[in-house]
């Protein structure tokens, strides 16, 4: 089944301790992305990658790293993380043309004390 | 830079009967792409219809259709026969023709949440 993964899908953790969301598909998607939803905000892209070792910044990259070693995972790290990234956070992959849909993960929703 | 605007925080509808949802968008750009996700409790984000801007006529899919209006930069999304499981938050998107760097990045609504009345 083509799917988009993230691991975990709830977390509850205290700040400055430093954690992973990883996202992992499985259709060969060039394209990768990380959004993050909060209420009355819509999404908003954090980072994102065109292709393996090809990684740049989105819309509110601070506080956040990524990287792109392999084509089908795409992990969110947060190094030192603080109350303002409570937040649900979606990764998404898509071929490389623009209209080709974006396929969407689950979810991870992430709560930072 | 490119925004979309969706000016509905909130529509209700009464089951079997049809909605109406607002998007309009702003870019200096002549081509590109527009969407609609549904986003039902489950939080799964999930693609309802998409629209190229070069195609005059409008995208339809089964209960949904969209109001392209290229020179207004309108794009607003009709469901015809409305079921309790259209009950969702439904984001309107923009994607730039144009893709490489940011410009192949997805530009969301803020989003407007659909009851459906039994």
């Known amino acids: 089944e083509a799917q988009v993964t993230q691991n975990p899908r709830y977390l509850i953790t205290v700040t400055g301790k430093k954690l992973t969301v990883t996202c992992s598909q499985n259709m060969n998607h060039e394209y990768m992305s990380w959004y993050r939803q909060d209420p009355g905000l819509g999404l908003r892209q954090i980072y994102y990658s065109m292709n393996v070792e090809v990684t740049d910044k989105g819309d509110v990259p601070e506080g956040y790293k990524v990287s792109r070693k392999e084509k089908r995972n795409f992990p969110l790290i947060l190094e030192s993380p603080s109350p303002n990234q409570t937040s649900l956070y979606f990764c998404?992959?898509?071929?490389?043309?623009?209209?080709?849909?974006?396929?969407f993960g689950p979810g991870t929703r992430l709560t930072v004390l | 830079a490119q925004t979309v605007t969706q000016s509905q925080p909130e529509m209700s509808v009464q089951e079997a009967e049809t909605v109406t949802l607002s998007c309009t968008y702003d870019t200096s750009e002549s081509d590109y792409y527009l969407f609609w996700y549904k986003q039902p409790p489950s939080r799964q984000m999930i693609l309802v219809i998409r629209?190229?801007?070069?195609?005059?006529q409008n995208a339809t899919e089964n209960r949904f259709s969209v109001n392209f209006q290229k020179a207004a930069k309108s794009f607003s999304l009709k469901i015809s026969d409305s079921q309790l499981g259209d009950a969702a938050m439904y984001f309107c998107?923009?994607?730039?023709?144009?893709?490489?760097?940011?410009?192949?990045?997805?530009?969301f609504g803020k989003g407007t949440k659909l009851s459906v009345k039994p």
């Open positions: 998107a923009y994607r730039s023709l144009n893709y490489g760097g940011s410009q192949g990045n997805l530009i």
């Open positions: 998404a992959s898509s071929l490389g043309d623009g209209y080709n849909e974006q396929f």
């Open positions: 629209q190229e801007a070069y195609k005059q």
